[in-house]
């Protein structure tokens, strides 16, 4: 991912992962790494550009993704874009000492809006 204006920084990843052709899913991670960055709208605007690829396409059906229960963030971004909640694991990953929970969202094509 790259930010605008004429300095086309370098600012995160975004990739599909453990893609399965059989049943058409993908998982979907993202990375921005600048705090500055953070909040303006890039993560969205990165993974709406990555679902019309993933869908249009590659012809994928449905791209899932994990986040942790207190990346309030992140789950907000992922909403904007169409993902929903579908599961949740109890005190999944150790974090600072604390288990936390692990959340699953996922959304489909015939959800997304071009
Ligand atoms: C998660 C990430 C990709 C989101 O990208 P982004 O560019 O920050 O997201 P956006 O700006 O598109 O959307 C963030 C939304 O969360 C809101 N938000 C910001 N801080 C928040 C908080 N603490 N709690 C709840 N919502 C918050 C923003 O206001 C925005 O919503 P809005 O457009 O309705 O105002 C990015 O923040 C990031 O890389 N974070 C660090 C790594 C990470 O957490 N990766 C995801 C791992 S699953």
Redesign the pocket.
């Known amino acids: 991912m790259v930010g605008e204006g004429k300095s086309k920084e370098y600012i ?1 990843n975004i990739s599909l992962m453990n893609i399965d052709w059989f049943s058409g899913t993908a998982e979907l ?5 600048n ?1 500055d ?11 709406r550009t990555v679902l019309r690829f993933a869908f249009l396409q590659l012809g994928l059906r449905k791209v899932f ?4 229960g207190s ?7 992922y909403r ?1 874009v169409g993902f929903k909640e579908v599961g949740r694991m109890k005190a999944h990953l150790l974090k600072n000492g604390e288990y936390e929970d692990m959340v699953l969202m996922e959304t489909f094509k015939e959800e997304f809006a071009t």
């Not at 991670?29 to 790494?33: D, L, P, R, Y």
């Not at 960055?37 to 993974?47: E, P, Q």
């Not at 993704?65 to 942790?68: A, G, H, S």
């Open positions: 995160g991670g993202i990375f921005i790494g705090k960055y953070w909040g303006k709208g890039y993560g969205s605007d990165a993974i993704l994990r986040v942790m990346n309030f963030r992140a789950q907000r971004c904007k």
